[in-house]
């Protein structure tokens, strides 16, 4: 009877010590199965031995890039017939401008009171003081002497004296045609693009970028607004997406010029046509950032002239884009203006007012949010769109 006590006292102790020795045994096969697929999926990995390994894995996002890289580039929409729809877009605002003039003009009699009403819309659509009155007096004589009431008579009427004060004679074309040099060689075209912040100006330069993709040109981006942070990379986006390169600096504040100058450089290197340079958005009352305005415009000249100095504006700002207008031709001799968010304003009068201001055409119109949305500007397109349908 006492050995069989000893022999079951001994069998659960032989039990219990096997228990705890099968873990033991299993825990290395548990640890080794993670480890290789850690060697494979870790490129941080400062290990030498598995060399085999490494070499499949490093190329890996490279060879992933490049394809994702070819798909994401865009294929712009033609330049042809935006015009169009900016014109739809006004008519649809029911803009006031149009509208309340022909229905004042549309009147059997006109008293002072509705000539001075009709004034009184002209400045409200910011058309400016000396070409609202302009625009009244040779109302007056047309409707004195043709007597016109008839809404489709009056409507003519006031669609030629729009387009004559819009005037259709001034050349809206943009110069992107390749400089020849002394040697005989072409330089591409450089374009500057200048604008306080806010108006859309990088944005302007990236959907420029895209006007000229589709209109068959290879542009170049330098990114010389180096004083906002996202500035650069908003840029380098807008080119990437249509195979456009963009020439940068990662530092921020870097020399704006000297990027300028680099980003010229490289569009003489690849045969580029057009060098679209961004600016920073400068604030008029601030001298210094203007001087600095005109250093890059000087810097970036030395290998070729500027062929263009385009003034972005937002056309909702009104008088205040005027003064800003102003201050940006003194510095750097603006050659044209991009008017932006014009779909966004049923006033349209500032297209008058900046071109009486500064002497020079509105060239670029922003028609909305969509990166194509920005056309050449057309005189009779623009008319028809304040005036609404027929």
């Given at each position: 009877?006492?050995n069989w006590?000893?022999?079951?006292?001994?069998?659960?102790v032989?039990?219990?010590?096997?228990?705890?020795f099968?873990?033991?045994?299993?825990?290395?096969?548990?640890?080794?199965?993670?480890?290789?697929?850690?060697?494979?999926?870790d490129?941080?990995?400062?290990?030498?031995?598995?060399?085999?390994?490494?070499?499949?894995?490093?190329?890996?996002?490279k060879?992933?890039?490049?394809?994702?890289?070819?798909?994401?580039?865009?294929?712009?929409?033609?330049?042809q017939?935006?015009?169009?729809?900016?014109?739809?877009?006004?008519?649809?605002?029911?803009?006031?401008l149009?509208?309340?003039?022909?229905?004042?003009?549309?009147?059997?009699?006109?008293?002072?009171?509705d000539?001075?009403?009709?004034e009184?819309?002209?400045?409200?659509?910011?058309?400016?003081?000396?070409?609202?009155?302009e625009?009244?007096?040779r109302l007056?004589?047309?409707?004195?002497?043709?007597?016109?009431?008839d809404?489709?008579?009056?409507?003519?009427?006031?669609?030629?004296?729009?387009?004559?004060?819009?005037?259709?004679?001034?050349?809206?074309?943009?110069?992107?045609?390749?400089?020849?040099?002394?040697?005989g060689?072409?330089?591409?075209?450089?374009?500057?693009?200048?604008?306080?912040?806010?108006t859309g100006?990088?944005?302007?330069?990236?959907k420029?970028?895209?006007?000229?993709?589709?209109?068959?040109k290879?542009?170049?981006?330098?990114?010389?607004?180096?004083?906002?942070?996202?500035?650069?990379e908003?840029?380098?986006?807008?080119?990437?997406?249509?195979?456009?390169?963009?020439?940068?600096?990662?530092?921020?504040?870097?020399?704006?010029?000297?990027?300028?100058?680099e980003?010229?450089?490289?569009?003489?290197?690849d045969?580029?046509?057009?060098?679209?340079?961004?600016?920073a958005?400068?604030?008029?009352n601030?001298a210094?950032?203007m001087?600095?305005?005109?250093?890059?415009?000087?810097v970036?000249?030395?290998?070729?002239?500027?062929?263009e100095?385009l003034?972005?504006?937002?056309?909702t700002?009104?008088?205040?884009?005027?003064?800003?207008?102003?201050?940006?031709?003194e510095?750097?001799?603006?050659?044209?203006?991009v008017l932006?968010?014009?779909?966004g304003?049923?006033?349209g009068?500032?297209?008058?007012?900046?071109?009486?201001?500064?002497?020079v055409?509105?060239?670029?119109?922003?028609?909305?949010?969509?990166?194509?949305?920005?056309?050449?500007?057309?005189?009779?397109?623009?008319?028809?769109?304040?005036?609404?349908?027929?």
């Open positions: 009877m006492d006590w000893v022999i079951l006292i001994i069998a659960v032989v039990i219990g010590a096997l228990a705890l099968i873990p033991k045994a299993q825990k290395p096969k548990k640890v080794d199965k993670p480890a290789p697929s850690v060697a494979k999926t490129p941080s990995s400062t290990e030498v031995t598995p060399a085999t390994p490494k070499t499949e894995a490093e190329p890996e996002p060879t992933l890039d490049e394809p994702a890289a070819a798909a994401e580039v865009e294929t712009p929409e033609p330049t017939g935006r015009m169009t729809r900016l014109r739809s877009r006004l008519a649809r605002s029911g803009s006031p149009g509208s309340t003039l022909l229905k004042i003009l549309s009147r059997d009699h006109l008293s002072e009171d000539w001075e009403e009709i009184e819309t002209l400045l409200v659509a910011d058309v400016g003081t000396t070409p609202a009155m625009l009244v007096d007056r004589e047309e409707v004195r002497v043709q007597g016109i009431s809404p489709a008579k009056v409507r003519e009427l006031l669609r030629e004296e729009l387009i004559r004060l819009v005037d259709p004679a001034m050349d809206r074309s943009l110069a992107l045609e390749k400089t020849t040099q002394d040697d060689t072409k330089a591409p075209a450089v374009v500057m693009v200048v604008g306080v912040n806010g100006k990088t944005t302007t330069v990236g420029l970028a895209r006007v000229l993709v589709a209109d068959e290879q542009p170049i981006l330098g990114a010389a607004d180096t004083f906002r942070a996202a500035a650069s908003q840029l380098t986006t807008w080119g990437r997406r249509v195979g456009v390169e963009t020439v940068r600096s990662d530092k921020e504040g870097a020399d704006p010029a000297s990027v300028a100058f980003a010229v450089e490289k569009g003489h290197q045969d580029a046509d057009v060098v679209l340079i961004d600016t958005g400068r604030l008029q601030k210094g950032l001087d600095e305005l005109g250093k890059i415009k000087r970036a000249s030395r290998k070729g002239p500027i062929n100095v003034l972005v504006l937002d056309a700002t009104g008088q205040n884009g005027l003064v800003q207008a102003k201050v940006f031709s510095v750097v001799d603006v050659t044209g203006v932006t968010k014009l779909d304003t049923a006033k009068g500032i297209v008058i007012a900046v071109q009486r201001e500064l002497g055409p509105v060239k670029l119109v922003g028609l909305g949010e969509g990166a194509d949305d920005l056309a050449p500007f057309e005189t009779d397109a623009f008319v028809d769109g304040l005036l609404g349908a027929d």
